[in-house]
T-cell receptor, first 114, second 114 residues
Framework: DGGITQSPKYLFRKEGQNVTLSCEQNLNHDAMYWYRQDPGQGLRLIYY???????QKGDIAEGYSVSREKKESFPLTVTSAQKNPTAFYLC?????????????FGPGTRLLVL | GDSVTQMEGPVTLSEEAFLTINCTYTATGYPSLFWYVQYPGEGLQLLLKATKADDKGSNKGFEATYRKETTSFHLEKGSVQVSDSAVYFC?????????????FGQGTELSVKP
C-alpha cells in the first residue's frame, strides 16, 4: 500500500539537543511538507519542498532545518534554537505544486521536551 | 492575508442528529477548499474538497458547497454516528502561494453521543 510513514511516534528531546524526525513516502509525489500542530490550533507550515535538492521556508521555519536528498524522504531536524518544540509534527506530500492538489498526511510524531 | 475561520467547538450531538460546521475564508486569489478530519492521536485524512465556485464535495455522507458569494464552505451531514467523533479542519490552498501550502482553520471538535 502506498502512503506516508513518520517515525518515531513519540520523541523526547533534552535541553540543547537536536533531534530529527523522519518522513518517508512511496506515493511518488514531488512535493513534501512539514506542519506543526499545537493544541487547539490549526496546522502551520514549517518547510516545504517541491523537488529533490530544493526546499523553502514556511511560516515558522526558525529553529528547524530540513533536507531533500531523495524524492521519497524529507527529514526535519528540530534544533536547540527552537525554544518551544513541544508539538505534534505532521508530514504531508502531494503530486505537484499546490493549487488543487490534495495533500496526504502521515500519522505524525509527537515531540516532548524532558 | 489569507485565512480560514471555523465555528468554535466542542460540538456535542446525539447520534442521528444533523451536523453543520461553519467555515468562512478570506483569500486574495482563487482558492481550493478542503475539509480534513483528525481522529485522536492520528494524522489528518482528507474528507472532501472543492476546487471552484459552486462545486460540491461529498464523501461518507458529508457534504460541503464552495460558495464564492459568501466565501463559505460549511460542512454538513444529515445523520451523525458515534464514529464521526473527531476534530474537523477546514483549509484552503492558493496556487503558487508557498508551494500551495494549506492554510487551516483552528479545528472544530465533534463529539457524538449514543
Amino acid at each position: 500500500d502506498g502512503g506516508i510513514t513518520q517515525s518515531p511516534k513519540y520523541l523526547f528531546r533534552k535541553e540543547g539537543q537536536n533531534v530529527t524526525l523522519s518522513c518517508e513516502q512511496n506515493l511518488n509525489h514531488d512535493a513534501m511538507y512539514w506542519y506543526r500542530q499545537d493544541p487547539g490550533q490549526g496546522l502551520r507550515l514549517i518547510y516545504y519542498s517541491q523537488i529533490v535538492n530544493d526546499f523553502q521556508k514556511g511560516d515558522i521555519a526558525e529553529g528547524y532545518s530540513v533536507s531533500r536528498e531523495k524524492k521519497e524522504s524529507f527529514p526535519l531536524t528540530v534544533t536547540s534554537a527552537q525554544k518551544n518544540p513541544t508539538a505534534f509534527y505532521l508530514c504531508a506530500s502531494s503530486i505537484g505544486e499546490g493549487g488543487s492538489e490534495t495533500q496526504y498526511f502521515g500519522p505524525g510524531t509527537r515531540l516532548l521536551v524532558l | 492575508g489569507d485565512s480560514v475561520t471555523q465555528m468554535e467547538g466542542p460540538v456535542t450531538l446525539s447520534e442521528e442528529a444533523f451536523l453543520t460546521i461553519n467555515c468562512t475564508y478570506t483569500a486574495t486569489g482563487y482558492p481550493s477548499l478542503f475539509w480534513y478530519v483528525q481522529y485522536p492521536g492520528e494524522g489528518l485524512q482528507l474528507l472532501l474538497k472543492a476546487t471552484k465556485a459552486d462545486d460540491k464535495g461529498s464523501n461518507k455522507g458529508f457534504e460541503a458547497t464552495y460558495r464564492k458569494e459568501t466565501t463559505s464552505f460549511h460542512l454538513e451531514k444529515g445523520s451523525v454516528q458515534v464514529s464521526d467523533s473527531a476534530v474537523y479542519f477546514c483549509a484552503l490552498t492558493i496556487l503558487h502561494n508557498q508551494g500551495g501550502k494549506l492554510i487551516f482553520g483552528q479545528g472544530t471538535e465533534l463529539s457524538v453521543k449514543p
